[in-house]
């Protein structure tokens, strides 16, 4: 089974950085893509940054220019920099990937168990 680990967040004043890391841990799987979402306290989860296997990104409107979104594909590890950030990107980041097992074929879908980020001076 594949386990996702989340770590990196912290409390940061407005205008600092962050990086998050997400680490992808089990026995003969493929990475399909990896992605970071976050949700703040009533809110819902909202989709931030995706990297697949072959390193195609996307990102959120709402961080372009921000936020950078990276892999290290031995270590099958994801990262999220995080630059000038604000009060509003105080919330809990989760990182999120689709596996594929590499004997069955059966992807598996797993999210990590969040790591908060308090953006405040």
């Known amino acids: 089974q594949v386990q996702v680990v989340e770590s990196g967040g912290g409390l940061v004043q407005p205008g600092g950085s962050l990086r998050l890391s997400c680490r992808a841990s089990g026995r003969a799987f493929t990475v399909n893509h990896m992605a970071w979402y976050r949700q703040a306290p009533g809110e819902p989860r909202d989709f931030l940054a995706r990297?697949?296997?072959?390193?195609?990104?996307n990102y959120a409107d709402s961080v372009k220019g921000r936020f950078t979104i990276s892999s290290d594909t031995a270590k099958n590890t994801v990262y999220l920099q995080m630059n000038n950030l604000k009060p509003e990107d105080t919330a809990v980041y989760y990182c999120?990937?689709?596996?594929?097992?590499?004997?069955?074929?059966?992807?598996?879908?797993?999210w990590g168990q969040g790591t908060q980020v308090t953006v405040s001076s």
């Open positions: 999120n990937g689709l596996f594929i097992n590499d004997y069955d074929g059966i992807e598996y879908d797993l």
């Open positions: 990297v697949t296997g072959g390193g195609a990104t």
